[in-house]
């Protein structure tokens, strides 16, 4: 059974950072796309990062480019996202996730696992 486990949410002031982290108990880690979405109150699920299984191409919002930054360790199975400069804007849960099949996307759609998500929240 695959599993996603996220943690390192939490309240930080506009400006500070956060880095998130996603393990996954997924057998075939090492060879397929991770990805970070977001639902903030009130919100649709939107994209904010992924990433290949190499590390080799990483996609981002536009609203996060130059700020967040996503990675991965394939030997602990694990995908980070370091959050620095967070905004107001940026209080959302944040879930981790992982499709079934290799294919790289920015749709929710195409992602087949998903984490239980952590809350960030950024004051102003």
């Known amino acids: 059974q695959v599993q996603l486990v996220e943690s390192g949410g939490g309240l930080v002031q506009a400006g500070g950072s956060l880095r998130l982290s996603c393990a996954a108990s997924?057998?075939?880690?090492?060879?397929?796309?991770m990805a970070w979405f977001r639902r903030a109150p009130g919100k649709e699920r939107e994209f904010v990062a992924t990433?290949?299984?190499?590390?080799?191409?990483?996609y981002y919002a536009d609203s996060v480019k130059g700020r967040f930054a996503i990675s991965r360790d394939n030997a602990e199975k694990m995908v980070y996202l370091q959050m620095n400069d967070l905004k107001p804007e940026d209080t959302a849960v944040y879930y981790c996730?992982?499709?079934?099949?290799?294919?790289?996307?920015?749709?929710?759609?195409?992602?087949?696992?998903w984490g239980q998500g952590t809350q960030v929240t950024v004051s102003s």
């Open positions: 997924l057998r075939t880690f090492s060879r397929v796309v």
């Open positions: 996730a992982a499709p079934a099949s290799s294919v790289l996307s920015t749709r929710s759609a195409d992602y087949d696992y």
């Open positions: 990433i290949t299984w190499s590390g080799g191409t990483i």
